[in-house]
């Protein structure tokens, strides 16, 4: 069963650092786009980096210069490093990805992990 685990998250000053990890276990064949989420309470998920098979990255606006996104292939994993922290960023960040599977195509999701930033 091909699933995602992510680790990483929990509770910083606002100004703070956080990193956030995500693998993929399971019979897989490639792996394709990446991406952290968010949703906040009250509020609608929404994405907060890509990272692509070719190392092409994009941001939320108002995580550009603070987040960064990267990947490692072999590990089939994806990590999110956080900094300078506000507390606007607190949420449940979840991770994705397009991965081939030995039953064809499959985008799984993390179980999510919560990011609190204190004022």
């Known amino acids: 069963q091909v699933r995602l685990e992510e680790s990483g998250g929990g509770l910083v000053q606002a100004g703070g650092s956080l990193s956030l990890s995500c693998a993929a276990s399971?019979?897989?064949?490639?792996?394709?786009?990446m991406y952290w989420y968010r949703q906040a309470p009250g509020k609608g998920r929404e994405l907060v980096a890509s990272?692509?098979?070719?190392?092409?990255?994009n941001y939320l606006d108002s995580v550009k210069g603070r987040f960064t996104i990267s990947r490692d292939n072999a590990k089939r994993a994806v990590y999110l490093q956080m900094n300078s922290l506000k507390p606007e960023d607190t949420a449940v960040y979840s991770c994705n990805m397009v991965l081939t599977t030995n039953r064809g195509l499959f985008s799984p999701w993390g179980q999510g992990t919560q990011v609190t930033v204190s004022p």
């Open positions: 399971g019979i897989i064949f490639t792996v394709g786009d």
């Open positions: 990272i692509s098979s070719g190392d092409d990255t």
